[in-house]
């Protein structure tokens, strides 16, 4: 079997030239919660796309450091939920009853909090995803900006993407969550379930968290999707 070392010098001197094998972006979100696991996530060898939550106490100082290991930052950015004030999604979070200034403002404060970000996702947002005055607002500061988002469709009826390919923001949207359940043999499934959508489509997009039972299953993962011609990729690489 080939060695997940091995792999990952491949990958780092080839990289450049794969630019036709299938691509499978992993984006790990919740991040600036848990140092080990941080640690963990980025001792993995694997360009993983690490978003990091605006009120977390380490993300700012993690995103830091994943920036000049050159992982993909992102902010994590906390939006209203279907099921809100119940369901909290926390500090600093687009609200829909905010004026389009208040969005702006909120998000601004966001980014701060989350130094070399090069991109936006959202946390929660089940209903701020699906206003479509709400998701102008938040891809405004993006525009400005140059940010790209990443829908990560907590809603089937999320207007985010489709949104942001009309304003001329750079997007994808997410295709699976890899662990809602945290179930080491039910993430590898799911991993690998992206691993065939990335050999029929060229590309899939994967979202998962900071938990041991992820962070081991894609550690197992690696070399099989390795093997089968597959390059991890950072999501800059998939927006469009």
Known sequence: MIGLSTLIIAGLIFGPWLGDAPKLALIIDDLGRNRRAFEEITS????????????APFSKAEAETARSKGFDVMLHLPMEPHGYPEE????????????????????????????GAVGVDNHMGSKATED??????????????????LDALTTPKSVGYKLAREMGVPTAHNDLFIDNSRDEEAILKAIHRLSRIALRRG??????????????????????????GIRFAKISELVR
Do not use: N, Q, W
């Open 44 to 55: 993995l060898g694997i360009p993983l796309s690490l978003s990091f939550l605006p009120d």
């Open 88 to 115: 909290d999604p926390g500090e600093m979070a687009v609200l829909c009853r905010m004026t389009d200034e208040e969005i702006a403002e909120t998000v601004e404060r966001a980014l701060l909090r989350v130094p």
């Open 132 to 149: 479509p005055r709400v998701m102008r607002a938040v891809l405004s500061v993006l525009k400005r900006r140059g940010l790209f988002f």
């Open 203 to 228: 590309y899939a997009i994967g979202i998962g968290h900071p938990y041991p039972e992820t962070i081991r299953a894609i550690r197992k993962a690696a070399p099989v999707v390795g093997s089968k």
